[in-house]
């Protein structure tokens, strides 16, 4: 329908132009006195005539090529090449359509990228974890075959029993992280975020440690307004902090004290954790949070080096932030950002 | 993948005895999607690495290339559409233009590329960076962070590869600098944004995946 339409358009155009140009001729022929004034003025019309001929053709031309290099562009994006951008930073048009073109293809190949480096993420998180338990499960079958041995007295016995016991819970503890970790990144287990007082969360956190730091004589305070809120998931938000709080009272020693103050801005709610521990060095500050890290000072405790990265993970995924301040020996502050 | 690469990058000003090596020999690779901080006291070629990535100031010596496209190649008027295009930037006194609204300001960089505003897009911009019930004021009735927050706004405006950030908080205090800097990093990420900031704050250069520190202009670590 719409090509006979065209069709159509294309034929009156070029009667109309005929007829124009017929009269044209047939005026100039009629009133143009002298032969050689006639000829000029027709050679003139013909010239013009060629003139748009040509001026059509070469724009014909400009739109097939137009085309073409379209065509192959995406071609090119197709086979997942890079696309040639010579023309990309002219102020043309069709550098334009490159443009839109090209931020096409970085946009599918980011894509393709990031499933790559996932793909990374988790061979890498495999290897951590057979790590992990590695260990233990050594110190298991070491135990078993001992225990499964007959000439060992009842207190041994036990005192073996007990080793064992302690290498279940680390086991137990290792998965549990990992479980949380998991369903985090899976995202199986969604934030539900919205904006609720923090005191509550606080106090979730608090009760956690709370034994643990009795047992060390640390002095556990907390300064926060109960009419303050922030944006967060009170569970997971106390779980986040309850982590942090974990690292203060291990790495303080006994007698020493852990501060918790909030602080309401603008834009973001600042809780800062505050302990009197031996600190992190400077270096390290970055480190602390990454999976599986664990500081050479740290050694002496107990732990996996899930925690930070942890609570991490859990303040980005509600779109807030951490930062460590230290002190070698005086201690460390963690400052949680919560979106106000 | 690399989407910032200098190669042996110098900049030197002056001549003979009063030469001043503003660069001298800049080796740096920045990945795409990360956030870098650059660190080091004034004077130690800061501003001018950065101006330099931007397609700001040409370097006399080495290479750079940003997203596949090699800067010294480009002539003039390639490179302002390069920066149209491809570059945010964000800067220690905002550089807005006071006569225009915040949504007017925000959209700019778009009308000068003659592209069209993605709608969704620039309201959730917006949204995040708390600006959604200022589109209609002026720059000046905002406070400086307020300010600060509609030039990050515009700067991610049109999608740019990148992001150069160059002292964003030097004109607030603490509590504002460190607003700015967490809503700069939280919307880069969001977004997948490649962010390089100047700072002279160490409090805020921790909240970079890596921190460049410069020092006489060479990388020291």
Known sequence: ?340 | MDIITLHHVKKYYGRKENVVKALDGIDLTIEQGTFTAIVGASGSGKTTLLNMMGGLDVPDDGEIMVDGVKLSGLKEEQLAVFRRKKVGFIFQNYNLIPTLTVEENILFPLELDGSAPDQGYLEEITQLLGLKDKLDAFPEMLSGGGQQRVAIARALAVKPAILLADEPTGNLDSQNGQNVAGLLKMTTELFHRTLVMITHNMELAQLADRVVRLQDGRIVS
Request: net charge neutral.
């Open chain 1, 1 to 340: 329908m719409r090509e006979k339409r065209d069709r159509v358009i294309r034929f009156g155009m070029i009667l109309v132009g005929t007829v124009l140009l017929g009269g044209l001729l047939y005026t100039v022929w009629i009133w143009a006195p002298g032969s050689r004034i006639r000829y000029l003025l027709l050679l003139l019309c013909a010239g013009l005539c060629l003139l748009g001929l040509l001026g059509n053709l070469w724009q014909r031309r400009q739109i097939c090529r137009f085309t073409d290099e379209l065509c192959g562009t995406l071609d090119d994006l197709i086979a997942g090449r890079k696309p040639e951008q010579y023309s990309y930073y002219e102020d043309t048009l069709a550098a334009k359509v490159y443009g839109k073109l090209l931020q096409f293809y970085d946009l599918m190949s980011e894509e393709r990228r990031q499933s790559r480096q996932d793909k990374q993420v988790i061979q890498e998180l495999v290897s951590d974890i057979s790590h992990q338990v590695k260990t233990p499960v050594a110190n298991l079958q070491m135990f078993l075959g001992i225990l499964q041995s007959q000439e060992l007295c009842e207190e041994k016995r036990a005192e073996f029993l007990e080793m064992t016991a302690g290498q279940i819970d680390k086991l137990d503890f290792l998965m549990q992280s990992l479980i949380k970790m998991s369903r985090l990144e899976t995202g199986t287990f969604a934030l539900h975020v919205e904006r609720t007082e923090l005191q509550g969360t606080i106090a979730e956190a608090v009760n956690v440690i709370w034994a643990k730091a009795e047992a060390k004589d640390i002095r556990l305070s907390v300064e926060c307004d109960s009419a303050l809120t922030a944006r967060h998931d009170p569970k997971w938000t106390a779980e986040a902090l309850g982590n942090l709080l974990d690292n203060a009272v291990k790495y303080t020693p006994k007698g020493g004290s852990v501060l918790i103050s909030v602080r309401p801005w603008q834009f973001y709610t600042r809780v800062d954790i505050a302990d009197t521990g031996i600190g992190i060095l400077e270096e390290h500050c970055h480190e602390v949070f990454k999976r599986f890290w664990r500081g050479e000072e740290a050694a002496s405790q107990e732990g996996v080096g899930l925690g930070l990265y942890l609570a991490q993970e859990i303040i980005t995924k509600q779109r807030g932030y951490i930062s460590v301040k230290s002190a070698i020996g005086k201690g460390t502050t963690f400052s949680v950002y919560l979106l106000t």
